[in-house]
């Protein structure tokens, strides 16, 4: 089965709104990263993310890491906000590869 | 600023043809990998090279190689495309293959007719 779930699978909400995205992993995790990606497909690393809780601008990640699960939070989300959130893992089973979620689809209203 | 550099972005080609993609890196990083995006967005390794060390996800098909000429160049060959190829394929690059952050570069996608 999928190692990596994220929810919802799309999400759409007013500018402004604050944005909530949950990644669930079904094995350990040595390290956890959320990416971007835009509509144009190209894909930057947000935040590096392996336990706690971590900032970044409008971005916060809280991983909790017993219950194999983490979120990020996009406040006072704006319309360049827009494109594909994907969660990836290394999982501790040796392999030291990411293992990707199929990511939730945001989408702004202006 | 994109440091991982990716060519060509956009390739159509007929099936049974040979395709590569090159992709270069300037982050003095020792580890570059592909990834293959299907139409459903879910991003699946396919190779990782680091320090000469070839690591090759077994459900790759044989058609498809790496090659490296030093470790800022791993470009991917495909020799002979096949309908389900049609996809975008990622590079990336990290410091070392300890699970540090990757950098992808923006895709190259695949379009088999």
């Known amino acids: 089965g999928q190692q990596v779930q994220q929810s919802p699978a799309s999400l759409v909400l007013q500018e402004g709104e604050n944005a909530e995205l949950q990644c669930n992993f079904s094995?350990?995790?040595?390290?956890l990263q959320w990416f971007y990606q835009s509509p144009g497909g190209s894909l930057v690393s947000l935040l590096s993310n392996p336990s706690g809780t971590k900032h970044t601008g409008r971005l916060t990640s809280t991983t909790v890491t017993k219950e194999r699960r983490s979120s990020l939070h996009i406040s006072s989300s704006q319309t360049t906000d827009s494109g594909t959130y994907l969660c990836a893992i290394v999982p501790g089973t040796g392999s030291n590869r990411l293992t990707f979620g199929k990511g939730t689809k945001f989408s702004l209203i202006p | 600023e994109t440091a991982v550099f990716q060519t060509p972005n956009y390739h159509v080609t007929q099936v049974g043809n040979e395709v590569s993609f090159n992709c270069k890196q300037t982050l003095g990083h020792d580890t570059m990998y592909w990834y293959k995006q299907d139409s459903k967005k879910l991003l699946k390794i396919m190779f990782s090279?680091?320090?000469?060390?070839?690591?090759v996800n077994e459900t790759v098909p044989r058609r498809f190689s790496p090659q490296s000429s030093d470790k800022a160049h791993l470009n991917l060959r495909i020799k002979s495309v096949e309908p389900e190829d049609s996809a975008v394929y990622l590079c990336a690059s990290s410091r070392d293959n300890s699970g540090n952050t990757l950098y992808f570069g923006e895709g190259s996608r695949l379009i088999v007719v």
């Open positions: 094995s350990t995790a040595t390290q």
């Open positions: 090279y680091n320090n000469k060390q070839l690591i």
